[in-house]
């Protein structure tokens, strides 16, 4: 649904060919197919770069031989200046499969050859190309929201007085945050080593390795269980010092299949 109102809304399309009656030709050919499009020109790839910085645009139709520049020279330099990625599609005079890979190696969204252009082509063409640069905007956003997300996260987490650390599926630390210095230990020391590294586990209570790397569902879920903590000094006696603990697991699957089977899984522990 997302997909048709992008469409329906007029998109601005800059042509940077050096032929006026190729340009018409572009422009007959989308006013014939009814597409909702404002029309931008540049004679050579120099005054092309500059309609770029200074319009928005959605989608650029380039000739394959610029006075000044040739498609595949237009595409790099485009790409430099250009922080957007506008689409970029290359129409050329000629047929030239070699040419065609080449130019959608170096960034551009398709490529056309005027010989056999046709309306309903190059508006499939521009719209694929428009869509695809809107889903790859979307997703550019995502991935910056989650890492701003995640920042945040570790921030608090590394910040916190609270010891927390997170096994991976083998049960070995593969995060403790700094408060576990409290305690005597550097986190960097115990990454890769089995809790026991730390963790008392020489009490009568054999299973509590497993009822730490838990699965946080139903009754396997693991609250407030009292666990000594193995101070590390250099001289002296070790102390055991008594802390409660509540962990639970991490994986992308339901409730229900965690229930079912036994694959991999990671702990978060606090």
């Given at each position: 649904?997302?997909?048709?109102?992008?469409?329906?809304?007029?998109?601005?399309?800059?042509?940077?060919?050096?032929?006026?009656?190729?340009?018409?030709?572009?422009?007959?050919?989308?006013?014939?197919?009814?597409?909702?499009?404002?029309?931008?020109?540049?004679?050579?790839?120099?005054?092309?770069?500059?309609?770029?910085?200074?319009?928005?645009?959605?989608?650029?139709?380039?000739?394959?031989?610029?006075?000044?520049?040739?498609?595949?020279?237009?595409?790099?330099?485009?790409?430099?200046?250009?922080?957007?990625?506008?689409?970029?599609?290359?129409?050329?005079?000629?047929?030239?499969?070699?040419?065609?890979?080449?130019?959608?190696?170096?960034?551009?969204?398709?490529?056309?050859?005027?010989?056999?252009?046709?309306?309903?082509?190059?508006?499939?063409?521009?719209?694929?190309?428009?869509?695809?640069?809107?889903?790859?905007?979307?997703?550019?956003?995502?991935?910056?929201?989650?890492?701003?997300?995640?920042?945040?996260?570790?921030?608090?987490?590394?910040?916190?007085?609270?010891?927390?650390f997170r096994l991976g599926s083998d049960k070995k630390v593969e995060y403790i945050n700094p408060a576990i210095r409290f305690f005597g230990y550097d986190p960097g020391e115990l990454i890769g080593h089995s809790i026991d590294k730390f963790?008392?586990?020489?009490?009568?209570?054999?299973?509590?390795?497993?009822?730490?790397?838990?699965?946080?569902?139903?009754?396997?879920?693991?609250?407030?269980?009292?666990?000594?903590?193995?101070?590390?000094?250099?001289?002296?006696?070790?102390?055991?010092?008594?802390?409660?603990?509540?962990?639970?697991?991490?994986?992308?699957?339901?409730?229900?299949?965690?229930?079912?089977?036994?694959?991999?899984?990671?702990?978060?522990?606090?």
């Amino acid at each position: 649904m997302r997909m048709n109102s992008l469409m329906e809304s007029k998109l601005d399309i800059l042509i940077i060919d050096d032929d006026e009656t190729d340009r018409q030709q572009v422009q007959r050919l989308l006013d014939d197919e009814g597409m909702n499009v404002s029309i931008h020109e540049a004679e050579d790839c120099s005054s092309g770069i500059e309609k770029i910085k200074s319009t928005k645009i959605d989608c650029v139709l380039i000739d394959y031989k610029l006075p000044d520049a040739t498609g595949l020279e237009v595409l790099e330099k485009l790409r430099i200046v250009d922080r957007s990625n506008v689409p970029l599609i290359l129409l050329t005079g000629f047929d030239d499969v070699k040419l065609a890979t080449e130019v959608m190696k170096k960034g551009a969204s398709d490529f056309l050859s005027k010989r056999k252009l046709h309306g309903v082509d190059l508006v499939r063409s521009i719209k694929k190309a428009v869509q695809v640069r809107s889903f790859e905007k979307k997703v550019y956003a995502a991935e910056q929201a989650l890492a701003e997300s995640e920042k945040t996260y570790r921030t608090i987490v590394e910040t916190v007085s609270d010891v927390i650390f997170r096994l991976g599926s083998d049960k070995k630390v593969e995060y403790i945050n700094p408060a576990i210095r409290f305690f005597g230990y550097d986190p960097g020391e115990l990454i890769g080593h089995s809790i026991d590294k730390f963790i008392d586990v020489s009490s009568d209570d054999q299973d509590l390795i497993s009822k730490i790397a838990t699965q946080s569902v139903g009754p396997l879920a693991t609250s407030n269980m009292e666990v000594n903590i193995k101070e590390s000094i250099i001289e002296g006696e070790k102390r055991l010092i008594p802390v409660l603990m509540d962990a639970f697991g991490l994986w992308d699957v339901s409730d229900e299949e965690v229930f079912k089977n036994n694959g991999e899984k990671n702990y978060m522990i606090s």
